[in-house]
């Protein structure tokens, strides 16, 4: 399935997985009673948050990440992917988490599961950080930097 | 032990999946979502949508259970106010993301995907992780 105007996009898979992650998220939510906010869980797993879920539940949630994806991975015969230089992903792992420590959230917590329940912060955080990578693609797309290999 | 180990993994499992599926993984993908002056890729748009609809069903349920299915009770955010770290962490996190066009889960789930570029970016975001508790320990 494709839109007119846009070959690339993949709007059937994309509204797929879009439905997986929610349901993930409502399993989160109805079954423990938290919020799948994946960078919370990842500082919790670490120790590096004190707060939320029990360290065994942080560390199986991160575990099943690159399981779920992996299984998709081999059942679609492989994913098309390319990622940054080193240098930009060091850079960009830095500000992603120094950022969703400080604004309590990221795609996932705030985007997903904030949004969806019309928290005030997290609509503010979503659009803060939407705005915030489309003017910081704008600017490198500008200066012609290829971050992709 | 079953009980305690298999409902977060199978969370786990269930949004990496959606992650891979929804084009997610490839940050070529993500980057060209945030291209919107550019060649605009509205997938991602077609992600977040079907996320959010699944869990706006989900919070008309979660008012009307008195606890979770497989726990004591629900821990929940409440916090309503706006402030300056909110914003500006959130737009820190917003420059990382359009920079390497990677997020923390992504990030994760791409460990299967191009393991030495996804275990690159997550120890640098554990790494900012921790800077800023450091910082708040010391302050």
Redesign the interface.
Same mark, same amino acid.
């Given at each position: 399935m494709t839109?007119l105007g846009?070959p690339?996009?993949?709007?059937a898979?994309?509204?797929?997985?879009?439905? +997986?992650?929610?349901?993930?998220?409502?399993?989160?939510?109805?079954?423990?009673?938290?919020?799948?906010g994946?960078?919370g869980i990842?500082?919790r797993a %670490?120790g590096?948050?004190d707060s939320?879920?029990?360290r065994?539940?942080?560390w199986?949630?991160?575990?099943? +990440?690159?399981?779920?994806?992996?299984?998709?991975?081999l059942m679609s015969g492989g994913?098309?992917?390319?990622?940054?230089s080193?240098v930009?992903?060091?850079?960009?792992? +830095?500000?992603?988490?120094?950022? %969703?420590?400080?604004?309590?959230g990221?795609?996932?917590g705030?985007?997903?599961?904030?949004?969806?329940?019309l928290?005030?912060?997290s609509v503010?955080?979503?659009a %803060?950080?939407?705005?915030?990578?489309?003017? %910081?693609?704008?600017i490198?797309?500008g200066f012609g930097l290829e971050? +992709?290999r | 032990m079953i009980k305690?180990?298999l409902? =977060?993994?199978?969370?786990?499992?269930?949004?990496?999946?959606?992650?891979?599926?929804?084009?997610?993984?490839?940050?070529?993908r993500v980057?060209?979502f945030?291209?919107?002056?550019?060649?605009?890729?509205?997938?991602?748009?077609? *992600? $977040?949508?079907?996320?959010?609809?699944?869990?706006?069903?989900?919070?008309r349920?979660?008012p009307k259970?008195a606890? =979770?299915?497989?726990?004591d009770?629900?821990?929940? =955010?409440s916090?309503?106010?706006?402030t300056p770290?909110?914003?500006?962490?959130?737009?820190?996190?917003?420059?990382?993301?359009? *920079?390497?066009?990677?997020?923390?889960?992504p990030? $994760?789930? /791409?460990?299967?995907?191009?393991p030495l570029?996804?275990a690159?970016? *997550?120890? /640098? $975001?554990?790494?900012? $992780?921790?800077?800023?508790?450091l910082t708040e320990g010391a302050g």
């Open positions: 839109i846009f690339d996009a993949a709007p898979a994309g509204l797929g997985g879009g439905i +997986l992650i929610g349901l993930a998220a409502a399993m989160m939510l109805l079954g423990a009673g938290r919020i799948a994946v960078s990842a500082a %670490t590096i948050s939320g879920m029990s065994s539940s942080a199986m949630f991160l575990l099943g +990440l690159p399981l779920g994806a992996g299984i998709v991975a994913l098309d992917a390319q990622f940054a080193p930009f992903l060091i850079v960009a792992g +830095l500000l992603v988490g120094i950022g %969703t420590r400080l604004g309590s990221c795609t996932s705030h985007g997903v599961c904030g949004v969806s329940r928290s005030k912060r503010v955080a979503t %803060t950080f939407m705005a915030a990578g489309i003017a %910081t693609v704008a490198m797309n971050v +992709l | 305690r180990i409902p =977060p993994l199978l969370s786990g499992a269930l949004f990496g999946a959606g992650l891979a599926l929804g084009g997610m993984t490839n940050p070529a980057r060209g945030l291209d919107l002056f550019g060649s605009w890729d509205p997938t991602l748009a077609f *992600v $977040m949508g079907g996320a959010v609809i699944v869990m706006a069903i989900a919070w349920f979660q259970m606890q =979770p299915f497989f726990s009770a629900f821990s929940l =955010p916090r309503t106010d706006l770290r909110l914003i500006g962490g959130s737009a820190l996190f917003g420059i990382g993301w359009g *920079v390497a066009g990677l997020c923390p889960g990030g $994760m789930a /791409a460990l299967v995907i191009d570029s996804a690159i970016f *997550v120890a /640098a $975001m554990l790494a900012g $992780m921790f800077l800023v508790r």
